[in-house]
């Protein structure tokens, strides 16, 4: 079963040099064919972000700076030094049970 005959038309023969197909280099591994056929190949994720990202046209929004907030408190200590008369003052207090399944 041919090509033309899956899709029902005539398939143009990308092995062609004029059309798209080109031969390999054969420094970088020859012998291949690579094919591009593609009359519109569509980009990638990133590269499509970036051609289509929104963009800062009026002069109020280009001249525009970030907003400044006030700084941030202080974070607490990572780590709390405990002493052994803390460690058995809370061994007294009994753990809490959990609730029954029932």
Request: charged share 20%; proline share 16%; net charge positive.
């Amino acid at each position: 079963m041919s090509i033309s005959e899956v899709f029902g038309t005539a398939v143009p023969n990308c092995s062609s040099a004029g059309f798209g197909a080109r031969k390999a280099d054969p420094i970088m591994g020859g012998g291949t064919v690579v094919i591009e056929c593609s009359s519109r190949p569509q980009k990638k994720a990133t590269s499509h972000h970036m051609k289509t990202r929104p963009r800062k046209t009026q002069p109020w929004d280009v001249k525009r700076r970030p907003t400044v907030y006030a700084p941030l408190p202080p974070l607490p200590p990572e780590w709390t030094v405990v002493s052994s008369d803390a460690v058995a003052s809370d061994s007294a207090v009994p753990a809490p049970t959990p609730p029954p399944t029932n």
